[in-house]
Every structure is written in C-alpha cells, then in structure tokens.
DNA sequence: TTTCAATTGTTCGTATGCCATGTATTATGC
DNA sequence: GCATAATACATGGCATACGAACAATTGAAA
C-alpha cells in the first residue's frame, strides 16, 4: 500500500486550508477588539470602499454563496453595523448598507493591517514571503472560477 | 477616507482563504463519491499511513482543534469508517483506528489527487504554478506554529 | 506521597460554508 | 401580453472551526 499523492505531506490544498486558517486566526485578536469576526471584516471592507451593495455582488466579490451571505448580514444588522433596505428598481434585491456605527469601525481597522503585518515579522516571516505567492493565488483564482462558470 | 490597506484586492489572507475553499470544493464531487466530506479525507490520509493515533495527535497534525475531531470522529465513527479504543498505558488518551471499511477506502481515493490534477489542468493551471507556492506556504505555516507556541 | 499543575478529550455555544429547496420578482421568447 | 425561464434572496439541514468551560487522568514538585 501507501499510495506517495496520500500522503498529508504531499498535499498542496491541505497547506493552503491550514495557512489561511493560521493567518485568520492570527487577525482574530485585533478584530474582535472591533467585535467583528474575519468574514464580517471581509465583508466591511467591501462596503467601505462603496457602501450600499446588494447580497449578490458581496457574495459574488468573497466567492461565497448568498446563502452564506443572508445569515452573515443578518448577524451584521443585529450588531448594528449594517441595514439592509429593498432596492426600488429591482424588488428581488436586497441591498445592504453601512450605519453609522459600521462606518466608524474603519478608522479603527485601519491599523489592523500593520497588527498583522507586525505578527507575521515577529514570526520571523518577511514581506517577500507572503508577497511572492499573490500572484500565483490570483491566477488560481481566476482560472478556477472560470472554469466554474463553463459548467 | 478610503484606506488602501484596507481594499480587499490588497489582502493576502483573502486570496489564500478563497484558493483553500475553490480546491476544497474541486475535491469535494470526487470526495462525495467515496461518502466522505474534505476534513474527513485529510484524518483518513494520517490513518492511512499509520492507523490508530489518539485524536491529539491528529489533531496536530492538521493544526485543528481537539473540540473540532471530536465530532469529526464521531461522525466517521457512526458511518462505520473508523472506531474509537481507549488506550491501555493511558486512559485519557483515545486512540482512533480504520475500519476494514476505512481501510478500502483508500484504494478508492488512490486517484482522486489524478482526478484534481486533472481538474486544475483542464482550468489551465500548469503543475508549477501551483508547486511554486509550496515553499513559501510551508515557511508561513512553520513559522506561525512557532509562533503561537512562543505565547 | 500528596497536592497541584498539565494533558487529553468532551460538551456547549456561536459563526461560518454549502447543498437543496422554496419564494418573489424580473427578464425573455413567442 | 403571457407563459416560462432566469435571477435574487431566504430557509433548512449538515459539517466544520474555534473559544470557553469541564471532567478524567497523569505528571511533577514539595
């Protein structure tokens, strides 16, 4: 037995899954001084470069599936962060929008970069590190989503 | 206003987060056809190789959470793949061995790394492009480990 | 050896993710 | 103009993840 391409170690996705969680794991400190959790601060991010998006296009921007998204806002609105109002020319839309209270979460995230950047060095990780793979994700990206999208 | 550090398309984490779930879920038709979910796969790959490991040691291995296999082997358990045993030299401890059935699954799932590679190819990645970022992943996952340690 | 700390799992609660399905609304073909 | 398909969300169900708290057991120090 002992098929090599089953092994834990041979796994590219396995790293990738394991990396992704470390890293988000690593934010979870600053964010939650925000009371925001890693997909919320996703989700925030979107909405402070426009403001007022519609449940598609977040989930569209992030990848995930509106259903994932209904809950997530509604969560979000229950903080007070977000409302969501009918889009009046298209009924089917639900649009959501930055409070007050959400809008003001920015000026304070927006040292949470440099947190997470100062976490990685001190985890003896250099810039070009991290930076060299960005690439190498975007066109996995790109290619795996269109390649979604032709089925 | 208008933070560029806090525009989604300057997030690493995001990009490795959305990669993680995109190959998660090319597995996940090939998977489903063998009966097990991904995180069910990755414990079946330390199986597969050594058979019975108290779940702390899988646990750790797959930088999870003991709470998190906990269900996780219950749920392998109830579908017949896998049975728990106490351990005689130490009752805490509670060692997790293949089924025969656990163990046939693994000729099954000897060509599901084919099927992803092939997956990939047809999305028009090239083995390198995703090779590439093996060596770096492997450095931030090291380093962040010792990190928490160090806490 | 006996008390106290550390280790190992489990349970509980909360937040994702995603499949399948359902509902409302809009777009489209005839 | 109308039947039908497509779109946008929402709901329900299931499987992770993880923090917090707890029970059982073992290790270690006094």
Request: glycine share 4%; aromatic share 6%.
């Amino acid at each position: 037995m002992a098929y090599e391409q089953l092994k834990l170690d041979n796994q590219v996705c396995f790293r990738l899954y394991a990396v992704a969680r470390l890293i988000i794991q690593g934010y979870q400190p600053f964010l939650s001084k925000l009371g925001i959790t890693y997909t919320q601060y996703l989700v925030l991010m979107l909405l402070w470069e426009h403001d007022e998006m519609p449940v598609n296009d977040i989930a569209k921007r992030l990848l995930l599936e509106t259903n994932t998204m209904t809950p997530l806002i509604k969560r979000m609105e229950a903080d007070g962060i977000v409302v969501r109002k009918k889009d009046e020319k298209d009924a089917r839309k639900s649009i959501v929008c930055l409070t007050p209270k959400g809008r003001s979460i920015e000026a304070e995230a927006a040292n949470v970069p440099l947190c997470l950047s100062r976490e990685l060095r001190e985890a003896g990780l250099t810039e070009k590190t991290v930076m060299d793979i960005v690439p190498s994700l975007d066109e996995i990206i790109d290619k795996m989503c269109k390649r979604e999208k032709q089925k």
